[in-house]
């Protein structure tokens, strides 16, 4: 079964999916696409809001979401979030922020030179209460430079790439990505899709690309650590 773990289709919530049509839409092409299990990651902003808001707020969401879907042919869905790096997150219980029924949590790392936010994060690994998968890796060396890319991709956390980045990126961006799909050094897909166009499902296209690679065994096994990771 293929997983995506990362996407924004939970309709009217943040910068995602426009409405309950539009993610009907989205999931239905999930669906044709091989895809199983849909894992709703929503933005989540320390700076905006706590926990237990967004918590209520995306349940309500979902509430909607399951409704529109009730006797149609979808993948199953389950609620997780994209959470934005911030440094209260170190003091607070990230379970609610998990993938549902699990202790793995999706971070979105600052859009920002590398400061003492990397020792925040470090934090929160210690912790050891929850397991971290690091969302959109393939940005980390333009963001942080060659060093700080390395230093990130060395924390014991899972990487995941966004399927876009196997299908757009330039030639050598591109190359490189394939490289660490092949070494292992990324170990997650997920389509961080967010509306029908600009940027859409794409998971075969993806898979299909990896497969032309030669690297269908390594596409199989991160669909396999999804599973897992995303199973209570």
């Not at 049509?21 to 700076?47: C, I």
């Not at 879907?69 to 003091?91: Q, S």
């Amino acid at each position: 079964m293929n997983v995506d773990l990362h996407c924004h289709i939970l309709p009217e919530f943040d910068d995602g999916s426009e409405s309950v049509e539009m993610s009907l839409e989205m999931l239905r092409r999930e669906k044709a696409q091989g895809v199983g299990r849909v894992m709703l990651t929503s933005h989540f902003y320390r700076t905006k809001e706590d926990i237990d808001h967004f918590v209520r707020r995306r349940a309500a969401a979902f509430a909607h979401l399951k409704q529109a879907m009730a006797g149609g042919d979808y993948p199953e869905v389950r609620l997780g979030a994209e959470v934005a790096m911030h440094r209260a997150l170190r003091f607070e219980d990230l379970t609610p922020l998990c993938y549902e029924g699990t202790n793995v949590i999706l971070l979105e790392m600052p859009f920002e030179p590398m400061g003492f936010w990397f020792n925040d994060l470090r934090a929160i690994i210690d912790k050891n209460k929850v397991k971290v998968v690091l969302a959109h890796v393939e940005r980390f060396k333009s963001l942080y430079g060659k060093k700080g890319f390395e230093q990130v991709m060395e924390l014991p956390v899972y990487k995941q790439i966004n399927t876009t980045s196997l299908l757009e990126g330039g030639f050598f961006e591109k190359r490189a990505l394939f490289k660490m799909v092949e070494d292992g050094d990324v170990h997650l897909l997920g389509t961080d899709a967010h509306n029908l166009k600009a940027r859409p499902v794409n998971m075969k296209a993806a898979l299909d690309a990896l497969d032309r690679k030669g690297l269908g065994d390594r596409a199989k096994e991160m669909a396999e650590r999804a599973v897992k990771l995303t199973t209570p």
